[in-house]
């Protein structure tokens, strides 16, 4: 049984509405047996739900499907349950999400699938889990593809071109300026800078609502200006809380790339920082999952 948390924001203050979906798992990586893969790997249209990156795919022979990419998420696939009941998947098992607190659990099924094809390649034998609706609300699409599904490949996602790329080739080795490493876990996480200030932060393209969140206790040592403004409600599959923004007079750069953020987000959920897809706007993001390593380029 998988233990896996997960959270949404709603940005209710914006003039047109947006949801942020981000699964999270502080605990475990999958313990799901990993795909076997053909193919050759290739690109495929980005499309978007909000600014969260989503690609077309087959499920099974059958389809397209939208897809979101969450690079907040690890794990192979989570599916909205009505999508699996209408491929007629049969339940293989529970999975156990909670919220960032680790308390209130949601059971959900497993599913075992046959074939999940996009961008050249089909994953075969993949085990994946329903996704619940959080704050009431189905998401923009139909699954969200974790980063775990990636393990062998480089991904790329090319917010400018709209493009999804998936290869074998490596990134150079890290220097932490164009290329910054980062640890072993289940998250993605990176330093980020915001003026003499270096904080770590997950990088999240799951996460629309911001273009950086931090926790409040980072707030003292960041140069913020102007009176902080209620951004929206963020819900997990059990709570409700709500989300504040205010400006700050630093730059803020992942090594040597900046990033186009010129207000941060409070609080986080859990004492790390939070790079959303907002900041990776007109980017492209190369993630080395074999060498643990991210490029960002302007």
Excluded: C
Excluded at 8 to 13: F, G, I, Q, S, Y
Excluded at 185 to 198: E, F, K, M, S
Excluded at 204 to 221: C, F, H, S, Y
Excluded at 227 to 240: D, M, N, Q, Y
Aim: net charge positive.
């Amino acid at each position: 049984m998988r233990r896996r948390t997960l959270i949404l924001a709603t940005a209710a203050a914006l003039a047109a509405p947006l949801t942020a979906f981000a699964t999270r798992d502080h605990h475990v990586r999958p313990s799901f047996p990993a795909p076997k893969v053909s193919g050759a790997p290739g690109q495929t249209a980005m499309l978007f739900a909000g600014v969260m990156p989503v690609v077309a795919a087959t499920i099974d022979g059958k389809g397209p499907f939208k897809l979101a990419i969450d690079t907040g998420s690890p794990g192979y696939l989570s599916l909205n349950a009505p999508i699996a009941q209408a491929l007629g998947l049969k339940v293989s098992g529970k999975a156990i999400q909670v919220d960032p607190s680790g308390r209130n659990p949601v059971t959900m099924d497993r599913y075992k699938l046959d074939a999940l094809a996009m961008a050249g390649l089909t994953f075969h034998d993949l085990e994946v889990e329903g996704m619940p609706a959080i704050g009431g609300k189905a998401p923009p699409f139909d699954g969200i593809l974790g980063m775990n599904l990636f393990d062998a490949h480089t991904l790329v996602l090319d917010f400018k071109g709209k493009v999804v790329g998936v290869s074998t080739a490596r990134l150079p080795a890290a220097d932490g300026a164009a290329v910054i490493a980062y640890p072993p876990g289940p998250l993605i996480q990176l330093p980020v800078a915001i003026g003499g200030t270096t904080l770590q932060a997950h990088l999240d393209t799951g996460q629309q609502i911001a273009g950086l969140m931090v926790p409040t206790t980072a707030l003292p040592r960041l140069a913020v200006h102007g009176e902080p403004r209620r951004l929206g409600v963020a819900h997990t599959v059990s709570e409700a809380y709500d989300l504040f923004a205010v400006g700050i007079d630093a730059a803020v750069k992942v090594g040597a790339t900046p990033l186009p953020v010129t207000e941060v987000a409070y609080p986080t959920v859990v004492p790390v920082a939070n790079i959303g897809a907002r900041a990776l706007a007109g980017m492209t993001v190369a993630i080395d999952r074999p060498s643990r390593t991210v490029r960002l380029q302007a």
